[in-house]
């Protein structure tokens, strides 16, 4: 299975971003999807998390009520619009296939993983 993340750029604080992840199978509407990013120097990090029908989703505190997950199970695609970005969201943000029908927010959790795509906010 791969992932395909893009839509990452630079954008100005309190600006938006909307990032999309294609999985290569179609089978993948039976898994649960997440995105993870990772800072310079610092540990990766769950993001925001959906399960396998969408109809659950998971956010870290930091993001709560600025980001938002969705999925169309259809185009195999996973979204994660991001809004009022402040320069600490700067980082590699990662699209990433779950071992199950639900998001954990663990990295173990996880069997898959796309390459990342870099999200730049200025101050």
């Known amino acids: 299975v791969q992932l395909q993340a893009s839509g990452g750029g630079l954008v100005q604080a309190g600006g938006s971003v909307r990032l999309s992840c294609k999985a290569s199978?179609?089978?993948?509407?039976?898994?649960?999807m997440g995105w993870f990013r990772q800072a310079p120097g610092k540990e990766r990090e769950f993001v925001a998390g959906i399960n396998w029908s969408g109809g659950r989703t998971y956010y870290a505190d930091s993001v709560k009520g600025r980001f938002t997950i969705s999925r169309d199970n259809a185009k195999n695609t996973v979204t994660l619009q991001m809004n009022s970005l402040k320069p600490e969201d700067t980082a590699d943000y990662y699209c990433a296939g779950a071992r199950g029908a639900v998001a954990g927010s663990g990295p173990y959790d996880y069997a898959y993983w796309g390459r990342g795509t870099q999200v730049t906010v200025s101050s």
């Open positions: 199978r179609r089978a993948f509407s039976n898994n649960g």
